[in-house]
């Protein structure tokens, strides 16, 4: 079975840019998170959906980045405009039904550099 | 608010000698606690989770942690570290099952 899939897995592009990430979870799973990892400050949540739905977006850090899941096989965060210190790597995971608590699959991540 | 502490940002073994990596927790509530594995350039992947069942869990590849309430802690061990084992290490606590804070991470080194 496949797991959650990312694209793009490297993003290089420059300040004021519009970046989209995109994330496909594992299919019959109905919970999707977006995480943001960096040295400094380790891995934060950004959002997470149940059942295609934005339950708790507190972690995003500005109106620049937005969250959406159209449908329960695909999610996309977009940053715009994008600035250097968005760079990190973004991870989705996505997580079975209830009685799975914390079971999280993560995706290979999206590694961001603005310049 | 919860959050985790993992003391030692490196922790270097020998092939073969115990592993012993620390955590401890904060939380309000009962926690759910986890630890996960990162492999460099891939994704975290579950080692073990703790959810009140048990104090003593076994995760895989010969993993497991104690929860031990009275100290707040959830220490990761192996008995034989293995060359396969070097990766990072995260420890995480859960409220509710759904929002993870994660630890700042744990690098094993294991030397030959």
């Known amino acids: 079975d496949a797991g959650v899939i990312q694209s793009p897995r490297h993003e290089v592009t420059e300040m004021g840019q519009e970046v989209t990430l995109r994330c496909k979870p594992i299919s019959g799973h109905n919970s999707l998170f977006w995480y943001r990892q960096t040295m400094m400050r380790g891995l934060e949540l950004l959002i997470y959906?149940?059942?295609?739905?934005?339950?708790?977006d507190s972690g995003m850090p500005e109106d620049r980045f937005s969250a959406k899941m159209p449908n329960a096989s695909f999610s996309t965060l977009k940053i715009q405009p994008s600035e250097p210190r968005d760079s990190a790597v973004y991870f989705c995971a996505s997580s079975p039904r209830r009685g799975q608590a914390g079971e999280l699959f993560f995706g290979e991540g999206s590694r961001l550099t603005v310049l | 608010a919860q959050s985790v502490t993992q003391l030692g940002s490196h922790v270097s073994v020998s092939e073969g000698a115990l592993v012993l990596l620390r955590c401890n927790y904060s939380?309000?509530?009962?926690?759910?606690l986890f630890w996960y594995v990162q492999y460099p350039n891939q994704g975290l992947q579950l080692l073990l989770k703790y959810t009140s069942a048990a104090t003593l869990v076994k995760g895989i590849n010969g993993f497991e942690a104690e929860f031990k309430k009275s100290e707040t802690s959830f220490h990761l061990t192996k008995p034989s570290a293995h060359m396969s084992d070097a990766a990072e290490y995260f420890c995480?606590?859960?409220?509710?099952?759904?929002?993870?804070?994660f630890g700042a991470g744990t690098i094993l080194r294991v030397k030959s």
């Open positions: 939380s309000s509530v009962p926690p759910y």
């Open positions: 995480a606590v859960s409220d509710d099952g759904n929002k993870l804070v």
């Open positions: 959906f149940n059942n295609n739905v934005p339950i708790d």
